[in-house]
Nanobody
Framework: EVRLVESGGGLVQAGGSLRLSCAAS????????VAWFRQAPGKEREGLAS????????SYADSVKGRFTISSDNAKSTYYLQMNSLKPEDTAVYYC?????????????????WGQGTQVTVSS
């Protein structure tokens, strides 16, 4: 079965950096896409970035371009989200998300496999 486990969340000051990790397992033939979503208090889930295993194609939401970077370590089946220049509005629960199709980041409900989430809090 597909399982995604996030780690690396925590408290960071505005302007700081944080790297989230996602351990992925259960994807047959290593054929899948992974994305990072977040949900801030009182807000809808927001897609941030995705990466496709087959060719490494990445996609980013406009809100995080230039600040966040998604990457992967295939040997470890681990995906990362490097977050720089963090702002208080980045405070949210961050989710590692996967599927066998690289769905648009704007369609959170189309992605079928979700991790448990990790809290990121950015202080002023």
């Amino acid at each position: 079965e597909v399982r995604l486990v996030e780690s690396g969340g925590g408290l960071v000051q505005a302007g700081g950096s944080l790297r989230l990790s996602c351990a992925a397992s259960g994807f047959p033939f290593d054929d899948y896409a992974v994305a990072w979503f977040r949900q801030a208090p009182g807000k809808e889930r927001e897609g941030l970035a995705s990466i496709r295993y087959s060719d490494g194609t990445t996609s980013y939401a406009d809100s995080v371009k230039g600040r966040f970077t998604i990457s992967s370590d295939n040997a470890k089946s681990t995906y990362y989200l490097q977050m720089n220049s963090l702002k208080p509005e980045d405070t949210a629960v961050y989710y590692c998300v996967g599927d066998f199709t690289t769905y648009p980041l704007s369609e959170s409900t189309w992605w079928n496999y979700w991790g448990q989430g990790t809290q990121v809090t950015v202080s002023s």
